[in-house]
């Protein structure tokens, strides 16, 4: 019997909703929640200042479908569109979003990155040159 109270309650609120068109202000409420929640991708898409983080990475030739580099704790990363072919060895300091923002990819193996920027590191530690995206 509470059930069916419950269910004959929530009907009649149901009807007095659409019926004073409360149901029609929560429909533009949540289409208005949904254009906000898309800026806030579109934001977080910019990569405002301070939420950048860049890894030292060395090449490796473990990669099978991307390029992948080890960072200096050891984790393995790829990279799905590297700008360039580096030899196992090269350093690269690699730019990404931070945090890290997973995604689905190809690349099969260790963390993939979305990079922003990456510079070829020289054995002196100067940057030979960079890319960004």
């Not at 202000?25 to 860049?54: C, F, I, R, V």
């Amino acid at each position: 019997m509470f059930k069916r109270m419950t269910i004959v309650t929530a009907l009649t609120l149901l009807t007095s909703c659409t019926a004073s068109g409360a149901l029609e202000n929560t429909a533009e409420e949540t289409t208005q929640m949904s254009h906000e929640q898309a800026s806030d991708k579109q934001n977080q898409d910019t990569y405002p200042a301070g939420s950048t983080l860049t890894i030292n990475t060395v090449m490796t030739s473990e990669g099978v479908e991307c390029p992948a580099v080890r960072g200096a704790d050891g984790t393995l990363y790829t990279i799905p569109s590297m700008p360039q072919t580096f030899e196992a060895g090269a350093k690269l300091n690699i730019m990404i979003a931070n945090p890290i923002i997973p995604f689905a990819s190809f690349c099969q193996q260790g963390q993939t990155l979305d990079w922003l920027r990456i510079d070829w590191i020289s054995a002196k530690g100067d940057i030979l040159q960079s890319w960004e995206k």
